[in-house]
């Protein structure tokens, strides 16, 4: 499967955007699918994953009660709505399926194979 997220851009603090994670070649709706992002000079950092059912979620703890995952199988699509962003959420954002059906989240990116191209977020101060 490949991913392709989009819908990066430059935001005020304070503002949101709506990222978006869609799958061509064949559906993920059988896999979990989670959300890393990049500084240059940082290691990837997970930020938030979904199951394959849509049910189940997880966050990283900076990003908690900010950031929203979710999917529409039916676009097969994932989505990451960011709201009350900072400038320390500037990043370059990529979405990734997990390697195999998983029954639970998954946070570590060595589960998850199919990285898709990034999409930029800078978010001025």
């Known amino acids: 499967v490949q991913l392709q997220a989009s819908g990066g851009g430059l935001v005020q603090a304070g503002g949101s955007l709506r990222l978006s994670c869609a799958a061509s070649?064949?559906?993920?709706?059988?896999?979990?699918v989670g959300w890393f992002r990049h500084t240059p000079g940082k290691e990837r950092e997970f930020v938030a994953a979904?199951?394959?059912?849509?049910?189940?979620?997880d966050y990283a703890d900076s990003v908690k009660g900010r950031f929203t995952i979710s999917r529409d199988k039916a676009k097969n699509t994932v989505y990451l709505q960011m709201s009350s962003l900072k400038p320390e959420d500037t990043a370059e954002y990529y979405c990734?399926?997990?390697?195999?059906?998983?029954?639970?989240?998954?946070?570590?990116?060595?589960?998850?194979?199919?990285w898709g191209q990034g999409t930029l977020v800078t978010v001025s101060s």
């Open positions: 990734a399926a997990q390697k195999r059906w998983f029954g639970s989240v998954r946070k570590s990116p060595a589960d998850f194979g199919s």
């Open positions: 070649g064949r559906t993920f709706s059988n896999l979990g």
């Open positions: 979904i199951d394959w059912s849509g049910v189940s979620t």
